[in-house]
């Protein structure tokens, strides 16, 4: 059973565009909400994270968007340039184990 | 920042061999690393929980005897694929998560192994 489901699988955006990447999670008990952005042949790399008692958190062009009542949350990436062409999963994780499970992804194109 | 080194990148090899892959934490010292596998085009899928000193914790569905783990450092785990077969053959990915005191220290992840076994 997904427990975050992403969307959507794959992405265009013309350079200068907004990408806008979703999640939805099912276990109330996630409290931590990473993002990882991978390029081909390497690992996740962490992007940027929130705790459900923040409804937006923004690191420069990367913005999450949180709604726990709504149990969803989005990355935004403003003025997309094509090295940010990746794949990005969002991710979540709960208990004492800090296991992360991951959304299955989304491939982001960005046009120059 | 946190580093991850992943070894070997690539590794092939025959039908019936084993292959150990080494992951570290070069900067940090990781009370868990996590060890996960990933498919072409698909999301990471995690395979085992490992934390030092003590028998790591396997997914279901994961064969604890074909796929040995062995954490015995604060700063390195293996992942043994014993008698390898090509279906075996995937992108093979660690992460450690820093020894500290709160609990949303991230993960931070390995460059991945790429085993393909003929």
């Known amino acids: 059973q997904q427990q975050v489901k992403q969307s959507p699988q794959s992405l265009i955006v013309q350079k200068g565009g907004i990408s806008i990447i979703n999640c939805a999670y099912e276990?109330?008990?996630?409290?931590?909400f990473p993002w990882y952005q991978q390029f081909p042949g390497k690992g996740p790399a962490l992007l940027i994270a929130?705790?459900?008692?923040?409804s937006e958190k923004k690191e420069g062009r990367f913005t999450i968007s949180f709604n726990k009542s709504a149990k969803q949350f989005s990355l935004h990436i403003m003025d997309s340039q094509p090295g940010d062409s990746a794949t990005y999963f969002c991710a979540a994780t709960a208990g004492s184990a800090r296991q992360l499970t991951f959304g299955s992804g989304t491939q982001l194109t960005v046009l120059p | 920042g946190a580093v991850v080194s992943q070894h070997p990148s690539w590794v092939i090899c025959k039908s019936g061999t084993s292959v150990k892959i080494e992951c570290r934490s070069l900067d940090f010292q990781a009370t868990t690393m996590f060890w996960y596998r990933q498919f072409p085009k698909q999301s990471l899928m995690l395979m085992a929980t490992s934390n030092e000193g003590s028998k790591a914790t396997y997914e279901q569905g994961v064969e604890k005897d074909k796929f040995l783990i062995n954490h015995a450092s604060l700063t390195l785990s293996t992942l043994t694929v014993t008698s390898a077969h090509p279906e075996d053959s995937s992108f093979y990915i660690c992460s450690a998560r820093e020894r500290g005191t709160r609990g949303n220290q991230p993960q931070h992840f390995g460059d991945g192994t790429r085993l393909s076994i003929l």
């Open positions: 929130i705790r459900p008692d923040v």
């Open positions: 276990n109330t008990a996630f409290d931590y």
